[in-house]
Protein backbone atom coordinates (compact mmCIF):
# COMPACT_ATOMS: atom_id res chain seq x y z
CA UNK A 1 0.00 0.00 0.00
CA UNK A 2 1.01 3.54 -0.93
CA UNK A 3 1.60 6.13 2.12
CA UNK A 4 2.04 9.79 1.97
CA UNK A 5 3.55 11.19 4.17
CA UNK A 6 3.08 15.38 4.29
CA UNK A 7 5.26 18.21 6.32
CA UNK A 8 5.19 21.44 6.84
CA UNK A 9 2.11 22.55 8.58
CA UNK A 10 2.21 24.65 11.46
CA UNK A 11 0.98 27.81 13.22
CA UNK A 12 1.81 31.11 10.86
CA UNK A 13 0.66 34.31 10.83
CA UNK A 14 -1.49 36.39 8.46
CA UNK A 15 0.49 37.33 5.47
CA UNK A 16 2.96 34.48 6.43
CA UNK A 17 4.08 31.95 4.30
CA UNK A 18 4.60 27.69 4.41
CA UNK A 19 5.48 25.15 2.46
CA UNK A 20 4.00 22.05 2.51
CA UNK A 21 5.42 18.44 0.97
CA UNK A 22 4.03 15.54 0.30
CA UNK A 23 6.30 12.17 -0.21
CA UNK A 24 4.87 8.97 -1.62
CA UNK A 25 6.67 5.87 0.20
CA UNK A 26 7.32 4.55 -3.31
CA UNK A 27 8.01 4.64 -6.41
CA UNK A 28 4.96 4.24 -8.41
CA UNK A 29 4.67 2.83 -11.82
CA UNK A 30 2.73 5.92 -13.05
CA UNK A 31 0.98 8.92 -11.45
CA UNK A 32 -1.68 11.21 -13.10
CA UNK A 33 -2.17 13.80 -10.80
CA UNK A 34 -1.14 14.92 -7.30
CA UNK A 35 -3.21 17.24 -5.53
CA UNK A 36 -3.87 19.08 -2.40
CA UNK A 37 -7.38 19.70 -0.67
CA UNK A 38 -8.59 20.94 3.18
CA UNK A 39 -10.74 20.77 5.64
CA UNK A 40 -11.60 23.42 8.14
CA UNK A 41 -13.81 22.94 11.20
CA UNK A 42 -18.16 22.12 10.27
CA UNK A 43 -16.75 22.61 6.28
CA UNK A 44 -16.88 20.35 3.69
CA UNK A 45 -13.08 19.16 2.41
CA UNK A 46 -12.34 20.72 -0.91
CA UNK A 47 -9.90 20.98 -3.60
CA UNK A 48 -7.67 23.43 -3.00
CA UNK A 49 -4.94 23.02 -6.41
CA UNK A 50 -4.01 20.16 -8.61
CA UNK A 51 -1.46 19.52 -11.10
CA UNK A 52 -1.56 16.49 -14.12
CA UNK A 53 1.09 14.60 -15.05
CA UNK A 54 1.69 17.07 -18.07
CA UNK A 55 2.15 19.83 -15.29
CA UNK A 56 -1.09 21.39 -16.02
CA UNK A 57 -2.57 23.07 -12.72
CA UNK A 58 -5.27 23.99 -12.05
CA UNK A 59 -6.20 25.77 -8.10
CA UNK A 60 -9.17 26.92 -6.07
CA UNK A 61 -10.57 31.00 -6.94
CA UNK A 62 -9.91 31.43 -3.04
CA UNK A 63 -5.85 30.59 -3.59
CA UNK A 64 -5.37 31.75 -6.99
CA UNK A 65 -1.95 34.00 -6.84
CA UNK A 66 -1.06 33.25 -3.41
CA UNK A 67 -0.74 29.21 -3.78
CA UNK A 68 1.65 27.52 -5.86
CA UNK A 69 1.51 23.85 -6.43
CA UNK A 70 4.78 22.13 -7.82
CA UNK A 71 5.98 18.39 -8.45
CA UNK A 72 9.36 16.03 -8.57
CA UNK A 73 8.51 13.56 -10.60
CA UNK A 74 12.06 11.99 -9.55
CA UNK A 75 10.79 12.03 -5.92
CA UNK A 76 7.10 11.40 -6.35
CA UNK A 77 6.51 14.01 -4.47
CA UNK A 78 4.49 17.69 -4.48
CA UNK A 79 4.87 20.69 -2.65
CA UNK A 80 2.04 23.40 -2.21
CA UNK A 81 3.41 26.92 -1.89
CA UNK A 82 1.31 28.77 0.10
CA UNK A 83 1.73 32.91 0.50
CA UNK A 84 -0.09 35.72 1.71
CA UNK A 85 -1.94 33.23 4.32
CA UNK A 86 -5.13 34.47 5.71
CA UNK A 87 -7.08 33.24 8.79
CA UNK A 88 -9.52 31.34 6.48
CA UNK A 89 -6.92 29.33 4.75
CA UNK A 90 -6.74 27.75 8.40
CA UNK A 91 -7.73 23.83 7.91
CA UNK A 92 -6.26 20.83 7.97
CA UNK A 93 -4.21 20.08 4.21
CA UNK A 94 -4.80 16.41 2.75
CA UNK A 95 -2.46 15.72 0.07
CA UNK A 96 -3.58 12.92 -2.67
CA UNK A 97 -2.20 11.08 -5.47
CA UNK A 98 -4.00 9.27 -8.27
CA UNK A 99 -1.93 6.83 -10.32
CA UNK A 100 -0.77 2.77 -10.69
CA UNK A 101 1.25 1.15 -8.35
CA UNK A 102 2.33 -0.69 -10.76
CA UNK A 103 2.10 -1.89 -14.36
CA UNK A 104 -1.76 -3.41 -14.78
CA UNK A 105 -2.75 -2.10 -11.01
CA UNK A 106 -5.58 -0.08 -11.09
CA UNK A 107 -5.92 3.49 -10.79
CA UNK A 108 -6.11 4.52 -7.29
CA UNK A 109 -6.46 7.28 -5.25
CA UNK A 110 -3.89 7.57 -2.25
CA UNK A 111 -4.66 10.18 0.62
CA UNK A 112 -2.29 11.57 3.19
CA UNK A 113 -3.24 11.81 7.03
CA UNK A 114 -3.76 15.55 6.86
CA UNK A 115 -1.83 18.21 8.43
CA UNK A 116 -2.63 21.26 10.14
CA UNK A 117 -2.55 24.63 8.96
CA UNK A 118 -3.40 27.74 11.49
CA UNK A 119 -3.15 31.42 10.69
CA UNK A 120 -3.37 33.30 13.54
CA UNK A 121 -2.01 36.34 15.16
Known amino acids: QVQLVESGGGLVQPGGSLRLSCAAS????????MGWYRQAPGKQRELVAD???????NYADSVKGRFTISRDNAKNTHYLQMDSLKPEDTANYYC???????????????WGQGTQVTVSS
Open 51 to 57: ITSGGST
Open 26 to 33: EIMFSIYR
Open 96 to 110: NIDGRRRLGSPSVRY
